[in-house]
Antibody, heavy 125, light 108 residues
Framework: EVQLVESGGGLVQPGGSLRLSCAASGFTVSNSWMHWVRQVPGKGLVWVSRINSDGSSTSYADSVKGRFTVSRDNAKNTLYLQMNSLRAEDTAVYYC??????????????????WGKGTTVTVSS | DIQMTQSPSSLSTSVGDRVTITCRASQTISNYLNWYQQKAGKAPSLLIYAASSLQSGVPSRFSGSGSGTDFTLTISSLQPEDFATYYCQQSFSTHPLTFGGGTKVEIK
């Protein structure tokens, strides 16, 4: 069964750090682009970051750029999100998601086809 | 950034009703549009990709249409398990990826 399981969330003070993990099973993260998406309770989905299949390219939302780092450990089949200099506005449920890409003629499409259940990050003093 | 605007933000409806949710992009995105369903307390799940292609395992009462800037998600006959929040997401511009604000479908 294809599955993603996040962990590492918790309560942290402003300015602190956390590292989220996303353990994959049923597929190999090194063959997939992967994303982090967050959601403030009661609010909408917000894309945070992505990493390409070989780890050579990463991208971040402006709100987290310079503070968050996405990485992967292929041996552990796990995706990570290192979050530094945390702010109250980073409080959210964080989801990891697999990116499925395909080609249709000259067009390349992708979507997030597998999601984890999420891990909650609370930034508060 | 490409802004995605959904309407309505919420709607109250009954089992068996036909439901239509719209999503408008701030610039043309061809058919690079995905729809997700999120039930309360759960992770999102993919319904529709490339504007109109049904994800495997998704009931055929769900359909998507549109191209350019205007898109529609239709549920032909609402079932009890369809009460949820629905999000559109553009994949035309990958930085940043953007979602609509969501449409909550509630029981009347």
């Amino acid at each position: 069964e294809v599955q993603l399981v996040e962990s590492g969330g918790g309560l942290v003070q402003p300015g602190g750090s956390l590292r989220l993990s996303c353990a994959a099973s049923g597929f190999t993260v090194s063959n997939s682009w992967m994303h982090w998406v967050r959601q403030v309770p009661g609010k909408g989905l917000v894309w945070v970051s992505r990493i390409n299949s070989d780890g050579s390219s990463t991208s971040y939302a402006d709100s987290v750029k310079g503070r968050f780092t996405v990485s992967r450990d292929n041996a552990k089949n796990t995706l990570y999100l290192q979050m530094n200099s945390l702010r109250a506005e980073d409080t959210a449920v964080y989801y990891c998601a697999r990116d499925y890409r395909f080609r249709d003629g000259d067009n390349y499409y992708f979507y997030m086809d597998v999601w984890g259940k999420g891990t909650t990050v609370t930034v508060s003093s | 950034d490409i802004q995605m605007t959904q309407s309505p933000s919420s709607l109250s409806t009954s089992v068996g009703d036909r439901v239509t949710i719209t999503c408008r992009a701030s610039q043309t995105i061809s058919n690079y549009l995905n729809w997700y369903q999120q039930k309360a307390g759960k992770a999102p799940s993919l319904l529709i990709y490339a504007a109109s292609s049904l994800q495997s395992g998704v009931p055929s009462r769900f359909s998507g249409s549109g191209s350019g800037t205007d898109f529609t998600l239709t549920i032909s006959s609402l079932q009890p398990e369809d009460f949820a929040t629905y999000y559109c997401q553009q994949s035309f511009s990958t930085h940043p990826l953007t979602f609509g604000g969501g449409t909550k479908v509630e029981i009347k």
